[in-house]
C-alpha cells in the first residue's frame, strides 16, 4: 500500500508498506524483450496480492538493459499495473550524472510512482561520496526516492547514519535493505523518521526486519509464489509472528534454491517450468541454471 500527502501539489513524501516484488524482466529467446509475458506476470502479481512493484531493479536485469528497452519496460508495467498498485522504476550508475539523467527520464514516465536507485557500483565510494550520489538524484527528479543498499552487488555499503541524513530530503522516502546485516538495519529503523520506510531487501530477512519494527520487503521469491510471500508478509504486518515464522519456514528451501545461483536465473527458470513466463532467457554475463536446480526448483514449488 502506499499513501501519500503533497507539498505544493508535489508528490513529496510517500509511505510504503507491505510486499513489493522485483520483477523480472522477460526475454525471449533471442534476447528481445517479451512484453506479453510482462504484462501477464504483472496481472498475476497484482491478483495474489502484492502491495507494490519494482521494474528494472537487479531482478529485472537493469545492467544489462539499454535506456530504450528499460524505458519500454517501465511504460509497460506501469500500463498493466493502471494505478492499482505503486510502480517504482530502477535507475542505478556509478556515473552521478549519468544516474540523474537515467532517473530524471524514468520519472518523466506518466504514472511512475517513485526511483529505486541503489549504490553507485563498481566506483566504492566513501559515505560522503554515496550522501552527494543520492542527494543529486533526489534534488533532480520530482518523485519519491527508495534508496537501495546492496553492497553484495555494488561493492559499497551504504551505513544508517549517511540513510538517516539522507531521510531529512523531502522525497527520499525510504530504504530497501539488502546488506544482510539485521544489526545494521535495526539502527536504520530505530532512528528514521515516522514516514520513511525500512524494507527488508532479502526474502531470508523478511520477518526479522519486521519484528524489528521494518515496513515490509521487497521480494525475488513473490515472482514465483507472490500469494504466499504476501500471507507471510501480511502475517508479519499484523503482528501475527508465529504465522509469520510458520510461512518463512515452509517456504525457506525453496527461498534457498532461489539463490543457489545468481539471481534471476533460478526464478526464471522457475517461471518458466511455471508457464508464467514463454522462456527462462538472460542476457550474457548470466546464464540459465543447471538442470539438476532446475528440476529441484519445480519439485520444490510442487510442494506448495
Not at 537515467?102 to 566504492?124: E, F, M, W
Not at 553492497?151 to 525510504?174: D, F, H, M, Q, S
Not at 546485516?181 to 530505530?190: L, M, S, T, Y
Request: hydrophobic share 50%; proline share 5%.
Amino acid at each position: 500500500m502506499l499513501s501519500s500527502t503533497l507539498s505544493g501539489g508535489m508528490d513529496a513524501s510517500v509511505a510504503l508498506h507491505g510486499l513489493g516484488t522485483a520483477l523480472v524482466t522477460p526475454l525471449l529467446e533471442d534476447g528481445s524483450l517479451d512484453l506479453v509475458s510482462l504484462r501477464s506476470l504483472v496481472e498475476w502479481q497484482l491478483a495474489s496480492g502484492v502491495d507494490m512493484l519494482v521494474a528494472c531493479g537487479s531482478t529485472g536485469e537493469a545492467a544489462t538493459l539499454t535506456g530504450q528497452e528499460t524505458e519500454l519496460v517501465v511504460r509497460t508495467v506501469v500500463d498493466a499495473a493502471a494505478g492499482r498498485v505503486p510502480v517504482f522504476a530502477g535507475s542505478t550508475h556509478n556515473s552521478t550524472a549519468e544516474a540523474v539523467l537515467r532517473a530524471q527520464s524514468l520519472a518523466r514516465i506518466d504514472g511512475v510512482d517513485g526511483i529505486l536507485t541503489a549504490n553507485p557500483y563498481y566506483s566504492k565510494p566513501n559515505q560522503r561520496g554515496q550522501f552527494l550520489h543520492f542527494k543529486a538524484i533526489a534534488e533532480a527528479v520530482g518523485k519519491p526516492v527508495l534508496l537501495y543498499n546492496i553492497p553484495g552487488r555494488t561493492a559499497a555499503n551504504l551505513l544508517p547514519e549517511t540513510v538517516l541524513r539522507l531521510a531529512e530530503i523531502a522525497n527520499v522516502v525510504g530504504v530497501k535493505e539488502s546488506s544482510g546485516n539485521v544489526e545494521q538495519i535495526a539502527r536504520v529503523i530505530a532512528g528514521a523518521p515516522k514516514n520513511f520506510a525500512v524494507l527488508a531487501g532479502d526474502d531470508y530477512l523478511a520477518v526479522p526486519v519486521m519484528q524489528a519494527g521494518g515496513h515490509g520487503l521487497i521480494s525475488v521469491v513473490a515472482n514465483a509464489v507472490p500469494d504466499r510471500v504476501a500471507a507471510l508478509v501480511g502475517a508479519a504486518r499484523r503482528g501475527a509472528w508465529n504465522e509469520a515464522q510458520a510461512a518463512a519456514g515452509v517456504l525457506a528451501p525453496l527461498t534457498a534454491a532461489l539463490f543457489a545461483e545468481p539471481n534471476p536465473a533460478p526464478v526464471k527458470s522457475l517461471l518458466h517450468s511455471l508457464g508464467r513466463i514463454s522462456t527462462a532467457a538472460l542476457r550474457l554475463p548470466m546464464v540459465p541454471v543447471e538442470e539438476a536446480l532446475a528440476a529441484k526448483l519445480q519439485e520444490l514449488v510442487a510442494t506448495l
